[in-house]
């Protein structure tokens, strides 16, 4: 038995090694993804623009996040871990190539040297919410320095999608909504939705990196 259960975990490491060599292959090109980003203008280029499912909600800035969140997002929902119709049929669209170019883009897209300022001290209740889920332990001390990048700025991004995907962490079971994320879901199953509010209203409220900057399909 402890043989089979080495050979097994000999195999599981030889595996996720040639995974992370196949996606240190795939290098993003921010140029490349020009061609390919009409799917994203129509939502993430329009200010204001609103989802309406589960819930209406402002969809999320991406211009300025991360190319190694916004990839891990994109493959998430290409898989099925994030379970949104609407991004998971946009996602199973793209090859790898074609994820890595558009993290590639949108990272650098709109991108200033601005300094944010520091941010501003939560009341004792949000103190003790972002303690409870050691929030600043990933997205770090200002929201908008992750401690690794394939971890998402959250610092500005609109509040009411915040809540919508922290909420999405708690949902199981459903076959057109939700995220698969141990870590995540752990951590959003301790609160209730009213502290989830309490929390995205707080990390909305802050300065940020993100931004939505308007973009015309026709150019």
């Given amino acids: 038995m402890n043989k089979l259960l080495s050979s097994m975990f000999a195999l599981a490491v030889a595996s996720v090694t040639a995974i992370s060599a196949h996606a240190q292959e795939v290098k993003g090109d921010a140029k490349a993804a020009e061609q390919k980003i009409a799917m994203c203008i129509g939502c993430h280029g329009i200010k204001g623009y609103q989802a309406s499912f589960p819930e209406v909600y402002r969809v999320p800035m991406i211009s300025g996040q991360n190319a190694k969140y916004i990839a891990s997002a994109l493959t998430a929902y290409k898989k099925g871990d994030r379970k949104h119709p609407t991004m998971r049929g946009i996602a ?56 690794d990048p394939s971890y998402p700025k959250i610092a500005g991004q609109h509040k009411d999608f915040l809540f919508v995907a922290l909420k999405s962490y708690k949902v199981e079971n459903q076959s057109t909504w939700g995220r698969s994320n141990g870590v995540m879901g752990g951590i959003a199953k301790q609160f209730s939705n009213a502290e989830l509010k309490a929390l995205s209203a707080y990390v909305g409220s802050l300065e940020g990196d993100l931004k939505v900057v308007p973009q015309s399909k026709f150019r």
């Fill in 92 to 147: 199973a669209s793209l090859t790898d190539q074609d994820i890595a170019d558009i993290s590639a883009y949108y990272e650098q897209h709109g991108k200033t040297e601005a300094v944010a300022a520091a941010p501003a001290a939560p009341d004792a209740k949000v103190a003790e919410l972002l303690k409870k889920g050691a929030c600043v332990s990933c997205h770090g001390d200002n929201f908008s320095k992750p401690v």
